[in-house]
């Protein structure tokens, strides 16, 4: 059985002193067993945040595919692990559609990452536009098709895939849990072309798009969603700890 996952993606929010507050009130309240509780916070303050947990695991929002060089105002791989973080967001629709991110250079991320045993979570996901037009399934294979190409996964427990339809990213719109099960299962099925059916059993899927309190367990019950990539609701101290504990498999 999978180990489901909670991660929060705190985006550009919350100041130092915020996000020392916040992991301080919650890091003990959290389930000991039974989820992963993620936050994936601003690269500045990840350092003060990894000296502050025990149970929550802290994460990176981005990296950069390169180890080092002339690449102004980037972080490499090497950089995050030395912070002792265990995940970094790889592909994030922000990411691609505001930056310009490509399907191989996520590819290229998801490579380095591994190799510098980072946990990648890794986002795909249809836009409206997209999804009106039935290509929801196309647009999942070409994301996972491509940002898979050539990555080799011997730890299949420290592979993440996040759907995040973009349609429903901030805007308070959320996937049926019909529609959210389809999509995940459609990529656990790409997963098992491209790996066989072992490693593809073993990769978690998470949902996210405006996943909360109140949606939560519906979605998590689905066979093939293994927990949620949130926003939002990781904002709010009480709101993150009740969807850890919601993840929790009964």
């Keep these: 059985m999978r180990k489901p996952m909670l991660a929060g993606n705190w985006k550009m929010n919350n100041t130092r002193d915020d996000a020392i507050h916040f992991v301080l ?6 389930p000991k ?7 994936c916070a601003p690269a500045i303050i990840l ?17 950069n595919e390169n180890d080092r060089g002339a690449y102004t105002g980037e972080i490499s ?3 995050l692990k030395d912070t002792k973080v265990d995940y970094v967001i790889i592909g994030h629709s922000e990411r691609r559609a505001y930056y310009n991110e490509t399907n191989e250079k996520i590819n290229a991320k998801i490579k380095k990452a591994l190799e510098t045993d980072l946990k990648p979570i890794v986002c795909v996901g249809e836009d409206l536009s ?11 294979e070409t994301q996972v098709v491509k940002a898979f190409s050539g990555v080799k996964i011997e730890n299949p427990e420290n592979v993440i895939i996040a759907y995040e339809p973009v349609w429903a990213i901030g805007t308070g719109k959320s996937a049926t849990s019909e529609e959210a099960q389809a999509a995940c299962k459609f990529i656990r099925d790409l997963l ?9 059993n073993e990769i978690r899927i998470l949902y996210g798009g405006s996943m909360k309190p109140s ?9 093939d969603i293994d927990g949620g990539l949130v926003g939002g609701a990781s904002l709010d101290e009480n709101s993150f700890i009740d969807m850890c504990f919601a993840c ?3």
């Excluded at 350092?47 to 990296?63: S, Y």
């Excluded at 098992?192 to 593809?200: A, D, N, Q, R, T």
């Excluded at 949606?215 to 066979?223: A, F, H, R, T, Y």
């Design 25 to 30: 009130n919650v890091d003990s309240k959290l």
């Design 33 to 39: 067993q039974g989820v992963d509780c993620v936050i």
């Design 47 to 63: 350092r003060d945040l990894v000296k502050r947990v025990e149970t929550l695991k802290i994460g990176a929002q981005n990296m």
């Design 77 to 79: 791989a090497f950089m």
């Design 130 to 140: 997209e999804r009106e037009e039935g290509l929801t399934n196309a647009v999942l």
């Design 192 to 200: 098992k072309k491209l790996y066989g059916s072992k490693i593809s």
């Design 215 to 223: 949606n939560v367990k519906e979605l998590v019950s689905q066979p």
């Design 248 to 250: 929790i498999y009964e």
